[in-house]
């Protein structure tokens, strides 16, 4: 069945705290994955995409990576700021699925 | 550049109600995504609209319905509300299906 998993489901980072997020698919045909974040009470927003296995993306304190069958996101010295639900999404086929999410909590 | 305005961005309705939600794009954006989001089951896709036809839908009930207009505003409808349809409903647009999508800050749909 295809699927799209997160880990951890929550995470409580101290600031400057580097950790790293999982993103695993198991589908055919990948097209893209793209990683999204999230505020409260506002819609996903926009981070990365990526197309084939060994691409990375870098914005700011996170980078992403790919691999066939995964994405990291790591997040390097984060602030409190950083602190939002972490979303990735596969398109595949007709379909563009969403995963559960990774809530992040930045602590001073 | 306009991002993905939705409105309204807060409704309460009955049971048995029906509701529209509304959608305009980003400017040149042609495909525009219904997803409902949920607590307890993430974001769900309800459907998508390229040019003003349906291009791919996800398992909901016949309730949820959608249309795009040819200025490529969007409407989703939901029909005979029940409780558990109260959830954030986000749209989200883009230039085409490999590009990412855009969403809006949705509308927070309450049903008692």
């Known amino acids: 069945e295809d699927q799209v998993t997160q880990s951890p489901e929550a995470l409580r980072l101290q600031e400057g705290e580097s950790s790293s997020l999982n993103c695993s698919y198991t589908v055919s045909g990948l097209r893209g994955l793209f990683w999204y974040r999230q505020d409260p009470g506002k819609g996903p927003e926009f981070l990365f995409t990526?197309?084939?296995a060994g691409e990375e993306k870098e914005k700011e304190r996170l980078k992403a990576t790919l691999t066939k069958k995964e994405s990291f996101l790591h997040i390097t010295a984060p602030k409190p700021e950083d602190s939002a639900t972490y979303l990735c999404?596969?398109?595949?086929?007709?379909?563009?699925?969403f995963g559960p999410g990774t809530r992040l909590s930045v602590l001073p | 550049k306009a991002g993905v305005t939705q409105t309204p961005r807060y409704l309460i309705k009955t049971r048995g109600q029906q509701v529209t939600l509304s959608c305009s794009p980003i400017s040149g954006h042609r495909s525009v995504s219904w997803y409902q989001q949920t607590p307890g089951q993430g974001l769900q896709f309800l459907f998508e609209?390229?040019?003003?036809?349906?291009?791919n839908k996800g398992n909901f009930p016949g309730r949820f319905s959608g249309r795009q207009f040819s200025n490529s505003r969007s409407e989703m409808n939901v029909s005979t509300l029940e409780l558990g349809d109260s959830a954030l409903y986000l749209c989200?647009?883009?230039?085409?299906?490999?590009?990412?999508?855009?969403f809006g800050n949705g509308t927070r749909l309450t049903v008692t």
């Open positions: 989200a647009s883009s230039r085409d299906s490999d590009s990412p999508l855009h």
């Open positions: 609209y390229f040019s003003e036809t349906q291009r």
């Open positions: 999404a596969v398109a595949y086929g007709q379909n563009f699925v």
């Open positions: 990526l197309y084939s």
